[in-house]
């Protein structure tokens, strides 16, 4: 898999991020997804007729934090297909996914206001083999992520080095050999040591969600107090308000 990064700090490929705080909740929170909401939404995605190759949940999710963290808001209609297949091939014609969107929205609401608000969520990540590595596991995540910065690449174009460390926190689960035109992140990548088991990894995947949003969504109110990160971080850094039980 080749990981392109369009454009990174020191580059003259856009602006900094003006802060639009569009990922800010509205005052009625979305409804959490509950196991069997999850479950169904898993049925729905593999139900999905060939020869389309949906998106599967943690890869989804991933996804999802991706469009989130942009500085403007894509339209559905520019990702959902996405959702359905990685070539955005079209649904075939009667098929009903009204209730997959539903689910996917939910969640969609659920990461928006978590993000908004600085708040911890539980990424879907879901462990691997016994004998797989934390990287293993979190991969799909990440390359969820990667493919919403490949469709809409505005994020990656915000001049700020703020951006090097959450994003090298999230693309050394990448092989480096994926990595194009990344010097400046592979730098950042060596300095950081790879979390030990599958509990920091995710911990360090919330931490990354929140910093991108600093940056590109960067809040009016004063943030949030941030304990030191662990070691192996680059630079002070940031955990969400609420800690995983």
Same mark, same amino acid.
């Given at each position: 898999m080749?990981?392109?990064?369009?454009?990174?700090?020191?580059?003259?490929?856009?602006?900094?991020?003006?802060?639009?705080?569009?990922?800010?909740?509205?005052?009625t929170?979305?409804?959490?997804?509950?196991?069997?909401?999850?479950?169904?939404?898993?049925?729905?995605?593999? /139900?999905?007729?060939?020869?389309?190759e949906?998106?599967?949940?943690?890869?989804?999710?991933?996804?999802?934090?991706?469009?989130?963290?942009?500085?403007?808001?894509?339209?559905?209609?520019?990702?959902? !297909?996405?959702?359905?297949?990685?070539?955005?091939?079209?649904? !075939?014609?009667?098929?009903?996914?009204?209730?997959?969107?539903?689910?996917?929205?939910?969640?969609?609401?659920?990461?928006?206001?978590?993000?908004?608000?600085?708040?911890?969520?539980?990424?879907? &990540?879901?462990?691997?083999?016994?004998?797989?590595?934390?990287?293993?596991?979190?991969?799909?995540? &990440?390359?969820?992520?990667?493919?919403?910065?490949?469709?809409?690449?505005?994020?990656?174009?915000?001049?700020?080095?703020?951006?090097?460390?959450?994003?090298a926190?999230?693309?050394?689960?990448?092989?480096?050999?994926?990595?194009?035109? /990344?010097?400046?992140?592979?730098?950042?990548?060596?300095?950081?040591?790879?979390?030990?088991?599958?509990?920091?990894?995710?911990?360090?995947?919330?931490?990354?969600?929140m910093?991108?949003?600093?940056?590109?969504?960067?809040?009016?109110?004063?943030?949030?107090?941030?304990?030191?990160?662990?070691?192996?971080?680059?630079?002070?850094?940031?955990?969400?308000?609420?800690?995983?039980?």
């Amino acid at each position: 898999m080749r990981v392109a990064l369009p454009a990174l700090a020191g580059t003259s490929a856009g602006p900094r991020a003006s802060g639009d705080n569009r990922a800010m909740s509205s005052p009625t929170p979305p409804v959490p997804l509950v196991d069997g909401d999850i479950e169904r939404l898993h049925d729905l995605l593999q /139900a999905l007729p060939a020869p389309l190759e949906p998106l599967d949940l943690p890869s989804l999710d991933g996804f999802l934090c991706g469009l989130l963290l942009q500085p403007q808001a894509p339209a559905l209609a520019a990702w959902w !297909p996405r959702v359905l297949d990685h070539e955005s091939r079209p649904l !075939p014609a009667g098929h009903d996914a009204s209730e997959l969107q539903a689910l996917v929205m939910s969640r969609h609401d659920e990461l928006k206001r978590a993000i908004g608000r600085r708040d911890w969520f539980d990424p879907w &990540v879901f462990p691997g083999e016994d004998e797989s590595s934390p990287s293993d596991a979190v991969l799909p995540w &990440v390359a969820g992520f990667a493919e919403a910065q490949d469709l809409f690449p505005q994020l990656m174009r915000i001049e700020d080095p703020e951006l090097i460390e959450p994003l090298a926190l999230l693309y050394l689960h990448f092989d480096p050999d994926d990595l194009e035109d /990344a010097d400046a992140l592979m730098a950042v990548i060596e300095t950081i040591e790879p979390p030990s088991d599958l509990a920091e990894a995710v911990q360090d995947v919330v931490r990354a969600v929140m910093l991108i949003a600093d940056v590109s969504q960067p809040r009016a109110a004063t943030p949030v107090r941030r304990p030191a990160p662990r070691k192996g971080a680059v630079r002070p850094g940031g955990r969400p308000n609420r800690p995983r039980r």
